[in-house]
Each structure stands twice: as structure tokens, then as C-alpha cells.
């Protein structure tokens, strides 16, 4: 056997040392000491260490690690998706990926990989929770301003101030939730239409891009609106109101592209179907959010 054996893949060479003792490594085959050769013994033992990891982690040095970076996923890659970063701040990876579902909505979501539903349905509700509570804010003085003896009115009564009370308390998460329910039932939509449409339903993905496609809502509310102008000022802000047009069908028909290898008519056939179920859902919803909320009054 020949003591001195080049590792192409790596560029070390692994040399014996004369005492026989241990291995050590060398940058180039003029650093090698030629000894007799090993046992066989020797020759198995070669075999399981003499061969260095072909990539450590950067940061630890762990030649087993999965990704340790503060903007690195268990697999090493970069997060796609913001607010499944650790290490980031709430609201920061709130805005981040609402940004992104809505400014570049079309290729953030042809790119949404698979992965579990909990982060997702963990943002849609945050998303829904804070668009929902924003509007409400805007909306209560707005109330104040045009009708303000409607609100000497509840002040005067108790009783009515009460079920007003009663039925906001109930109407915000009620709405919130009715919101959420209607984006799941478009993802799962497009499962079916993909499903029609000879593909793989992969309800899990498309289930995904229902919870993160909640981030619309927020992007095109108040609090959109006041992230946006912070971030990069008003007349950015203004622009916002441009996305509305066509947002979610480009998101829609991007996700088939990149999930389904769904396009042209096969991809606006699972469109449709996923608009049907949207709607279906945002309507048997709305008669219980109501429902809720006359309960709640009354």
C-alpha cells in the first residue's frame, strides 16, 4: 500500500507516521516520510479517519451542522420566508413578510416552499388580528367625528354602551377569524383546481400559501399604510393602493407556476376553481360572524 494516497476530492494527503503511533496530514506529497506499510488492521482504520469533512459550518465549525447562522434555516439555506427566521423581532418579521406577499407577491409566493402549517396559521392570525385592530382604530374616531351625538347617546346609556362594547369585543376576533377562514379555503381551492387540472393536490403547500396570503390584508390596511410611509415615505405609501389591482391572481397564477408547473389555461381552470371556494367560505363565514355579533348585542 502506499503510505502517501492523495485525497482528490479535499487536496489533502494522508501520511503514516514512522513511529506508527497516528496520522497526521501534510499540504503536499513532499512532506511525506515513506514507512513500511500498515496491517491490515491499520488499512481499516484508514479508511474511517482519514478522510476530513468536505464542508464545516462557517460559524461553529461543526462539520454536522444544520445551520446556525441568524438567517439560516435548519437545512442551511436561507429562510425564504421571513417570519420563519429565528432570532428577528415580531414585528419585524410581521412587516418583512408582509411585504413580501404583497410587493412581490408573484414571486414570493412561486418560490413558498413546503413546511409546516403552525408558523403559517401563527402569522395569518397575527396578520388578520392586526389589520382587523388598525381598521377599527381608524374607523372609531372617524364614527366620533361624523356622528357625535350617536356617541353622547351610548355615553348616556350604559346599557347600550355595553352591547356596542359587547359587540366589538365579539366583532374584531370574529372578523379576524372570518378573514383566515376565507384565504384557507382559497388555498385550498387551488389544491382542488391543481387536483382537476391532473396535478398533485399538495394540500399542505397550497395550504401555506392561504395562511401567508393573509399578509394582503395587512399590506392594503392602516397598518400597511403607516409601516410603508415609515419605511420608505408617503408617496410609496399612496402606491400601495396600486397593488390592489390584480394582486391576488398574479400571486394565485405564480404559486400553480411554481408549485404545480401549472400555466395557461390548465392554471387559470384551478384559478377559477380556487375564486368559487374563496367565496363560498367568505360567505357561509360572514353569516356567523354576523350571527355572533347580533348574539353578542343582543
Known sequence: MDPVRKREDSGVYTVARADGAGLHQANSPSAATPVPAAPSSDRELYELVDVPAAVVCAICGNADCLGCYEERSRSGIVSIVAWERPGAGFVSRLWQTTRATSRDAAAFFEVLPDGPAGPALRFAVAAEVVAVSTLALLVGPLVVLVAPGLVQQLVQDPAACWAVLRGVLVGLPALSML????????????????????????????????????????????????????????????????????????????????????????????????????????????????????????
Open 179 to 298: 378573514l383566515v377562514a376565507a384565504h384557507v379555503f382559497h388555498g385550498l381551492g387551488i389544491a382542488c383546481g391543481a387536483r382537476m387540472s391532473g396535478a398533485p393536490a399538495r394540500v399542505s403547500r397550497a395550504l401555506r400559501f392561504g395562511l401567508y396570503s393573509t399578509g394582503w390584508d395587512l399590506a392594503l390596511g392602516p397598518f400597511g399604510f403607516l409601516a410603508t410611509a415609515l419605511d420608505g415615505g408617503v408617496r410609496p405609501a399612496f402606491g400601495l393602493i396600486g397593488l390592489t389591482s390584480g394582486m391576488p391572481t398574479r400571486a394565485t397564477l405564480g404559486f400553480l407556476r411554481g408549485a404545480y408547473g401549472l400555466d395557461g389555461a390548465r392554471a387559470r381552470k384551478a384559478l377559477h376553481v380556487s375564486y368559487a371556494a374563496a367565496t363560498v367560505a367568505t360567505v357561509v363565514s360572514a353569516a356567523l360572524v354576523i350571527a355572533a355579533i347580533a348574539a353578542a348585542v343582543m
